[in-house]
């Protein structure tokens, strides 16, 4: 299905417990070329107050290993944490683009009514740097990102597959965790299960990093997974499920599920790349 970039490229896991999000710095080695993906920005809803810790370990990383950060990648507009894009953006000398996939115009469109945003809010993606569309490769130094639309969960929704290394946002989870909910605007348990297909094809050496986990206090979250592993034990994959299955279990699941903690201010922020503009998130109180 791809071609695979033989070689391996270093990842660095960053965990924030707050909102139970993975983000990553994913380098080569031979030229200290990275890219940041999936940011977090600390967020108090209770006083609408902004932080940067946890962007701060992505960055002081970042400057002690000597890296030159070309990419600041999202694997969708997050609906459960706000993106520390364009913080990270202004400190890094570097420069780097802020991407995102193209479905990021079709959850605008959605987001602008539903949240009642400005009449100018831009609903064409310009607000990132770059759009992504299936099949687009983007220089990494000696590596290649290569963009895989993953749509289901949302409709801008990608993979970032990077030598053995695949990047696959809220896809699929910890194998005792199951997969993504499909009950957001524009997203399909069908295509959910297209895009899975797509993961568990691929070799199974292939190293598969998670967005997101929710152990129990007495377990570390896991980061990382593999296709065999998901084809083999995901709760909700295993056994050969077949899409109308998949399709009824996820409506179900989805049904009973409640709404993410920061759903509105991640949305309001994360659908601007990052920008920190919105004033029902915050009136510049920063912690």
């Known amino acids: 299905m791809v071609d695979m970039d033989s070689r391996t490229p270093h990842v660095e896991r960053f965990f924030d417990p707050v909102t139970a999000t993975f983000s990553y710095v ?44 070309r990419w600041i990648l999202e694997t969708h507009a997050h609906a459960d944490h706000l993106s520390s894009a364009q913080w990270l953006k202004q ?12 479905g990021i115009r079709e959850v605008q469109q959605t987001f602008k009514q539903r949240l009642a945003l400005e009449p100018d809010f831009a609903t064409d993606g310009s607000q990132f740097d770059q759009l992504l569309s299936d099949g687009d490769r983007l220089p990494l130094g000696g590596f290649e990102i290569e963009v895989i639309a993953t749509p289901g969960h949302t409709p801008d929704s990608v993979s970032y597959l990077i030598g053995d290394a695949i990047f696959v946002g809220d896809t699929v989870f910890a194998p005792y965790y199951g997969t993504a909910r499909c009950d957001f605007p524009g997203g399909d348990a069908r295509e959910l299960y297209a895009s899975i297909q797509k993961i ?23 980061h990382l997974s593999s296709p065999p592993e998901q084809r083999d034990c995901n ?24 709404a993410p903690r920061l759903l509105e201010p991640s949305l309001r922020v994360n659908i601007r790349a990052g920008h920190v503009s919105d004033p029902l998130v915050s009136r510049d109180h920063w912690m």
Not at 214 to 222: C, G, I, T, W
Request: contains cysteine; proline residues 9%.
């Open 200 to 222: 568990l094809a691929l070799p199974d050496s292939m190293r598969i990093f998670l967005c997101h986990d929710y152990p129990p206090p007495s377990q570390a979250p896991q």
């Open 91 to 102: 400190q890094l000398s570097s420069s780097p683009r802020v991407a995102i996939g193209n």
């Open 235 to 258: 709760v909700h994959l295993k056994g050969g499920i077949d899409v109308e299955a998949f399709a009824t279990m996820r409506r179900a699941r989805d049904a009973k599920l409640s």
């Open 26 to 69: 994913v380098s080569d080695p031979s030229s200290g070329v990275a890219a940041i993906i999936d940011p977090v920005l600390d967020y108090d809803p209770a006083v609408r107050k902004l932080a940067t810790h946890s962007a701060q370990c992505l960055l002081d990383y970042v400057l002690l290993q000597g890296l030159q950060v």
